[in-house]
């Protein structure tokens, strides 16, 4: 399951909600804007670029296909380098163990790094449970806890906030706010506000971009360095992982990371890069006494038995919704689950359950443009089709709309009824029009009440065709 708070309005209120927020479509488009601009410049200076994407998802895919032994060659690896390795099956699972690790280490408070993982088994709420402070490490994250908010998108989680409402939040909930109305005067007061806490945290919390095979290193990128907050000063280190994030060698991670990077940012390399492996050691300067890394599956298993393995190529790198008109028009929060766009319309029906989550692999135009940015060639698309056809034999979509396509399917598989309905379908269209377009229209209030269709032609094409042919 997923740790993100279940929604309690349906998808399509939500929906209809951000579609009425003008100022979410500003931020919203901004910021996707500028990443797909950044994504195509990096991209044109990429040497073959093609034939990287392909590499990448044959890396991941040789990885899922050897999962087991990737994942106990990585834990004996870390463990000789004096890490301590814990498995989750579930959120659950991953949660209670960070919880008993930060209170084994008497811990008041947590430096957290961002962390789509920790989100997705719910670690923020399991910490507050516990009585147990946060300090965010990721200027975003430190926005979005201020107004209480999850994420809106993997890469920038306060995607959906304007400089304006950050500048009224940060008035509103610093102790010492700041005075002009600056970038910079807002960055330094969150610096204000977070440096004290972030080096005087007990524990520090993190994910892991890539986990190295057969050293037992771990990767993570940020563009704040924020990670590092969460790795050196604290006493103890506890990384959160996906049991996917396996990568067999550094060659293989230092290639992901290329894609990762042009992908997500359109930078050649994220601006801080870091490998670590296990604690401090005898003569080190600085770094963490204890170093824990909790893997989770959180259905990551199952996707694999349950004809998703694509899926488990995924390097969260944001490029499918940067790029999705969906998610342009309606930004993350719309989603309801811990990731949005189209890579969160396939794993939220596998971490919330299909029913709760059936309109998500409907929110798709099939454009297929997420499948053609994909880093590592995951068919979404496809992916999104299979989760349909699922919802449509399990009988969770409306009786409505079984009923009508069913209707549907009847009538066009009649060529002599289709072409007397078409006909009949066409004329009433047309008197429906008004000066060449149709404002309202049975049964597809959905559509008009967004955009007006044009008139349809005076014949239908078999009418054009038969009259030019004369048969």
Request: aromatic share 6%; charged share 25%.
């Amino acid at each position: 399951m997923s740790g993100a708070p279940a929604e309690a309005t349906s998808f399509k209120d939500r929906a209809d909600a951000a579609l009425a927020d003008r100022i979410l479509k500003v931020a919203v488009e901004r910021t996707a804007g500028t990443a797909e601009a950044k994504r195509a410049v990096a991209v044109d200076a990429f040497p073959d670029f093609q034939a990287a994407r392909t590499r990448a998802a044959a890396i991941k895919d040789h990885v899922v296909a050897h999962l087991g032994h990737y994942l106990e060659q990585f834990e004996a690896n870390a463990i000789a380098a004096g890490a301590k390795v814990h498995w989750a099956r579930t959120a659950d699972e991953a949660c209670d163990i960070v919880i008993a690790l930060c209170k084994a280490a008497k811990a008041k408070s947590v430096a957290r790094s961002k962390s789509m993982l920790g989100e997705e088994i719910g670690l923020p709420h399991a910490l507050a449970e516990a009585g147990i402070g946060r300090v965010e490490t990721d200027l975003a994250e430190h926005i979005i806890q201020l107004a209480d908010e999850r994420p809106s998108h993997i890469i920038w989680p306060a995607m959906h906030k304007t400089r304006e409402q950050v500048s009224a939040l940060f008035k509103a909930k610093h102790r010492t706010p700041h005075e002009e109305e600056t970038i910079a005067a807002m960055a330094e007061s969150a610096r204000r506000e977070l440096r004290t806490q972030m080096l005087g945290a007990d524990v520090g919390i993190s994910g892991a971009n890539f986990l190295i095979a057969d050293t037992g290193a771990i990767c993570t990128v940020t563009n704040e360095g924020n990670a590092e907050l969460s790795l050196v000063p604290p006493r103890v280190h506890i990384v959160t992982a996906g049991i996917e994030k396996i990568v067999p060698s550094m060659p293989h991670a230092v290639h992901m990371l290329r894609m990762l990077a042009r992908s997500a940012t359109g930078a050649a390399l994220t601006q801080y890069t870091t490998f670590y492996t296990g604690p401090k050691r005898p003569g080190d300067r600085d770094g963490p006494e204890e170093m824990h890394i909790v893997l989770v599956d959180n259905g990551r298993t199952q996707m694999r038995e349950e004809g998703l393995a694509e899926m488990l190529r995924c390097i969260r790198c944001g490029a499918c919704m940067n790029h999705c008109v969906v998610f342009r028009q309606i930004g993350g929060h719309a989603y309801g689950g811990t990731y949005p766009g189209p890579m969160g319309a396939v794993l939220t029906p596998v971490l919330d359950g299909l029913k709760q989550s059936r309109d998500l692999p409907n929110a798709c135009t099939m454009n297929g443009k997420c499948q053609e940015v994909c880093p590592v060639r995951i068919p979404l698309p496809t992916l999104l089709r299979g989760w349909r056809e699922k919802s449509w034999r399990e009988g969770l979509e409306p009786q409505s709309l079984r009923a009508g396509l069913g209707l549907w399917a009847w009538v066009a598989t009649r060529p002599r009824l289709y072409r007397i309905g078409t006909s009949m379908a066409v004329r009433a269209m047309r008197l429906l029009g008004s000066k060449g377009w149709i404002s309202k229209l049975p049964l597809a209030g959905g559509w008009t009440r967004y955009r007006d269709m044009p008139k349809p032609a005076a014949q239908t094409f078999m009418e054009q065709y038969r009259k030019e042919n004369g048969r």
